[in-house]
């Protein structure tokens, strides 16, 4: 004969409320973010984008509202003023923002968000929102390589690929900024690596929200 026992939800990674993570990827420019980036939406479909406001005029192929929310100066402006934004830093000339609104009410349902930003805007974000950051810093193998990939992207003007070799070397010194650091040589490894991360970081314990009242279950003296 068996007896009756207490029903328990067995925990899998969503059974158990949880509360969503921000995934920063910084990089100098060509290292690759925006290839990793597309990879894990694509892949993953508990990850939302958090789309950036900018007055950088749109590249061929870029759409409106989905790479990013394309805007003029006194248009930015104006969003700053109304507080508009988690954060924002001026990058080379332009201006580069984070919505504030959906984010905030997303992480707590238990949505994650993924944030191509730079190392001023993490800065910004891990003071503010330190619990639900991870901050995962992508390097180039080598210089010669960030070159190569700038010119084949085949999106910038020489002199714009000039300017962003310019200032490689300094985004690179904000290496030690983050929690992660990877090296993207190889594009397939490099991809599992950050798969591996977002995997890991869901898993931890202060985000798992729900594991108060299940372990409380799983404890009480008639369990
Ligand atoms: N702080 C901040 N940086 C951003 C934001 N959106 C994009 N960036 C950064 O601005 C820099 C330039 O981005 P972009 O013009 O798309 O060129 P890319 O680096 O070649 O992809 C990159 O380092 C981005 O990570 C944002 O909302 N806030
Ligand atoms: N691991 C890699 N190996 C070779 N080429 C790569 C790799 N990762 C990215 N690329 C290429 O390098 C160029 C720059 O990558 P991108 O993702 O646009 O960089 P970022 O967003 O950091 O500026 C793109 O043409 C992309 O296809």
Redesign the pocket.
Known sequence: MTTAQPTIAVPDSDALHRRGLMFILS?P???????VSRMLLERDARLRMSVSVTTRPPRPGEIDGRDYIFTSQPGFDHMVEEGEFLEWAQVFDNSYGTPKAEVKAGLKDGKDYLFDIDWQGTQQLYQKMQADVVRVFLLPPSIDELRR??T??GTDSAEVIAARMERAKAEISHWDGYDYVIV????DV?FAKVTQILAAERMRRARQTGLIPFVRELTAPDA
Do not use: H, P
Not at 184 to 187: A, G, Q, Y
């Open positions: 990089s420019s060509g290292a690759g973010k925006t290839t990939r700038l084949s992207r993207n040589d190889d594009i490099c």
